[in-house]
């Protein structure tokens, strides 16, 4: 799908090109015009509707393929963001070619789900005290 927002954005880019050389050429004519004809009133040297339609075709197609050639947006809690990964791993996270994106980093909480738990005292003092009873036998 990437190359449809590709061509789309080199076509509107090739459009915009050809309504600024136009703007340009139309401009060039008009000061020439002026120049060589001394009898010619002096009216407007505005630019022809099509160069103004040229320009804003070729702005909203530049546009659009942008937008197209976009990734999804990740959601703005990093909870939401997080739990996405756990549900959906890599396979959530891969961009319009197919790839992974490249600062997919994997689970969030893989640290503190690999970490050591918190000591409970009780159960080790409990623990303790019953191999002692069972070496005093």
Request: net charge neutral; with cysteine; aromatic share 8%.
């Amino acid at each position: 799908m990437a190359w449809v927002s590709r061509s789309i954005t080199v076509a509107g880019l090739i459009l915009l090109a050809h309504a600024c050389y136009s703007a340009q050429e139309h401009a060039v004519t008009a000061s020439l015009t002026k120049q060589h004809s001394p009898l010619h009133q002096q009216s407007e040297n505005s630019l022809p509707t099509d160069i103004y339609l040229e320009t804003l075709v070729a702005t909203f197609v530049v546009s659009l393929g942008l937008v197209l050639g976009t990734p999804k947006l990740r959601p703005i809690r990093w909870n939401t963001w997080a739990g996405k990964i756990e549900r959906e791993g890599e396979a959530g996270f891969l961009d319009s070619s197919g790839e992974v994106e490249k600062d997919f980093r994997g689970n969030p909480f893989a640290s503190l789900e690999s970490r050591r738990g918190f000591l409970d005292i009780r159960k080790q003092r409990r623990e303790f005290t019953e191999w002692a009873k069972g070496n005093e036998k």
